[in-house]
Nanobody, 127 residues
Framework: QGQLVESGGGLVQAGGSLRLSCAASGRSVDWTAIAWFHQPPGKEREFVAGLRWSGRTYYADSVQGRFIISRGGARSTVYLQMNSLKPEDTAVYYC?????????????????????WGQGTQVTVSA
């Protein structure tokens, strides 16, 4: 079993910043890929940012240059620093992790590619 717990969501004005945290436990700590997805109101869940065990990061075009995914000293904590927030960033943000063996250049972008999911944290950006 594995568990992911997100925290750090909230209400912020456009142009502001938030940092989300994802705490992994159990099997999810052995992730080979960990990512943040978001689900805006009335829309499908979408990839936001990903991190491979090697340290390589990859981002959706919509957040490139504004968001940064990183991990703490241990593999059990991953962060999403969100800067220059826009109203269209309003969504529930989910942390997802997967433990499958992957090639170095694999960058999983789809929800089905991740085994473990958190419960989500709401981010609301006001205009």
């Amino acid at each position: 079993q594995g568990q992911l717990v997100e925290s750090g969501g909230g209400l912020v004005q456009a142009g502001g910043s938030l940092r989300l945290s994802c705490a992994a436990s159990g099997r999810s700590v052995d992730w080979t890929a960990i990512a943040w997805f978001h689900q805006p109101p009335g829309k499908e869940r979408e990839f936001v940012a990903g991190l491979r065990w090697s340290g390589r990061t990859y981002y959706a075009d919509s957040v490139q240059g504004r968001f940064i995914i990183s991990r703490g000293g241990a593999r059990s904590t991953v962060y999403l620093q969100m800067n220059s927030l826009k109203p269209e960033d309003t969504a529930v943000y989910y942390c997802a992790a997967d433990t499958k063996s992957r090639s170095y250049d694999d960058s999983p972008l789809e929800p089905y590619e991740y085994e473990f999911w958190g419960q989500g944290t709401q981010v609301t950006v006001s205009a």
